[in-house]
């Protein structure tokens, strides 16, 4: 099945339903499969060919969509990438690709355009907004009128999506998923949650990122919802989305969650439409979420994935009582693990590396044999978290493997201090990081953005956190800051912190 297939079956069951709000702009189903038909056959004139890789490098946007299916559509590979990169980012993914096409927008081809000056091979260049004749072949030229165009026969196993991790050590790699891979955890997702055909989903992530496609973007097309979609997360804009919205579903990384509670602090929104909300990317504080189902009345469902699983693999059960602080249970298709450093399971409430097997697990890492075989040993997905499970075997995420600090051979998880950190009225975002110590080998040390008006000293956390942990997990370093270092989705990026 080609993924495109969604878009297809959703045209025919809802052709009048809206699929896509965009800054003013409304498409149909039945429009929204007719433009990706013209643009298919534009893009097969000019010699787009099946599994050619295509660079698609805009900010969300109808055009976005249209893109990305008719690409699907043709049976050609799709790369997303963050419209903001630079030339060292770029040049990795561009090369290590292979990619022969490039569709950007004309507002963010100063960078494309330097790497893309060294890659001959690259020689389908397309851009929104651009004029004939300047390198690049005006988008809106390639949507033609040829009727039907029925999507490529695709298999199973055939890449769908390269997707480059951003990787805490050296060059990204580019996770590799299949057509199967993608519209198995799309429909997953979808059918775990109870919706209504009126619902709206406000579409705030970046649809370059794997979260963004699969659990706001294709599972929306696949049941025939409307997607509100926003060029960009803006706090304001989708607080008032909410007031305004009858019945909408939230899904957003933690970091949109906490801003939307500050908004609500100072002035509580004069209605919640919200039915559900997801929250994923990264570990949700608790005390956040509890914040958060206070002022809008509804609930928080926790979910994890990544990447290379496409990247949904546990989820708190829609519709029971959630677990504050659970990533929940494994999704159905999806089996879970904790195991030790020998692959061998440990026992419940241990500490150990959760690794997943599933249907949404990617085909590999493009390039990258031994990296492959690595991650993918005993036909587990090694996620490089650390988790337990309790007896119902409802899954925590610790920590990191990578960002576990080992203070004089004592282990500390940065995950536990900050959610005590974050429960300190005074603090809006904290992140703990290990600092190199001569003695003790690390350090403990936290970064802490405070509320506007705190009165509280880095003393007074110290206290605060001592009072609560055993004597070697206290921050004995505690620096306040303006901002914390976060990626285009909002994850706090640790491996940027510089304390001084």
């Known amino acids: 099945m080609n993924i495109s297939n969604f878009l297809v079956e959703s045209a025919a069951r809802r052709p009048n339903h809206p699929a896509i709000r965009f800054l003013g702009q409304t498409l149909t189903y039945e429009g929204f499969n007719r433009q990706v038909d013209r643009l298919s056959h534009g893009l097969v004139r000019i010699g787009l060919r099946p599994r050619d890789i295509c660079v698609l490098m805009m900010p969300n946007s109808i055009n976005w969509a249209l893109v990305y299916y008719a690409l699907a559509k043709v049976g050609a590979v799709v790369l997303p990438v963050n419209f903001l990169y630079r030339v060292g980012e770029l040049e990795h993914i561009f090369k290590d690709s292979g990619a022969r096409a490039f569709i950007g927008h004309k507002d963010y081809l100063e960078y494309p355009c330097q790497v893309m000056a060294h890659l001959p091979k690259m020689d389908l260049r397309i851009a929104q907004g651009v004029s004939p004749g300047h390198g690049f072949i005006p988008l809106e030229e390639l949507f033609v009128e ?69 659990s706001a973007f294709n599972s929306s097309i696949y049941q025939g919802l409307t997607i509100r979609l926003f060029p960009h997360f803006d706090a304001e804009e989708l607080f008032s989305a909410i007031e305004q919205e009858e019945s909408s579903i939230l899904i957003a990384v933690p970091t949109v969650f906490n801003r939307l509670v500050e908004l609500a602090n100072a002035r509580p929104p004069k209605r919640s439409g919200l039915r559900f909300c997801i929250s994923g990317g990264a570990s949700l504080p608790v005390e956040v979420l509890r914040r958060f189902e206070e002022r809008f009345h509804t609930t928080i469902y926790e979910g994890y994935g990544l990447t290379e699983c496409s ?37 419940i409430g241990e500490v150990g590396e959760l690794v997943v097997r599933g249907p949404g697990v990617m085909k590999g890492y493009l390039n990258q044999p031994e990296a492959t075989a ?26 990191r493997k990578k960002e576990m600090i080992i203070r004089g051979g004592y282990n500390v998880y940065p995950r536990e201090i900050e959610e005590i950190l974050y429960a300190h009225p005074d603090v809006l975002e904290a992140a703990v990081v290990g600092v190199p110590h001569p003695d ?34 206290y921050p004995r370093k505690i620096q306040f800051v303006k901002e914390l270092p976060k990626s285009h989705t909002g994850k706090i990026l640790k491996r940027s912190i510089r304390l001084e």
């Open 146 to 214: 040829e009727g039907i165009f029925h999507p490529y026969p695709t298999r199973e196993d055939d890449t769908w999506a390269i997707i480059y991790t951003s990787g805490t050590t050296g060059h990204p790699k580019g996770a590799m998923l299949t057509h199967y891979n993608l519209i198995s955890n799309a429909m997953t997702v979808a059918n775990m949650r109870t919706t209504d055909p009126s619902d709206v989903v406000l579409g705030v992530l970046p649809l370059y990122h794997i979260y963004g496609q699969t």
């Open 311 to 347: 990247p949904v693999c546990v989820e708190n059960p829609f519709g029971r009582q959630t677990r504050p602080g659970s990533i929940g249970l494994p999704i159905p298709g999806f089996e879970a693990r904790i195991v030790n450093d020998q692959d061998e399971e440990v026992p």
């Open 374 to 399: 690595e991650t993918l040993r005993g036909g587990w997905l090694h996620t490089g978290d650390l988790a337990r499970m309790d007896e119902d075997r409802y899954i925590y995420i610790v920590d």
């Open 440 to 473: 003790l080998g690390e350090e403990v040390a936290a970064a802490i953005v405070l509320r506007q008006g705190a009165k509280v000293t880095q003393e007074d956390l110290k206290q605060f956190v001592k009072q609560q942990v055993a004597p070697y997990k």
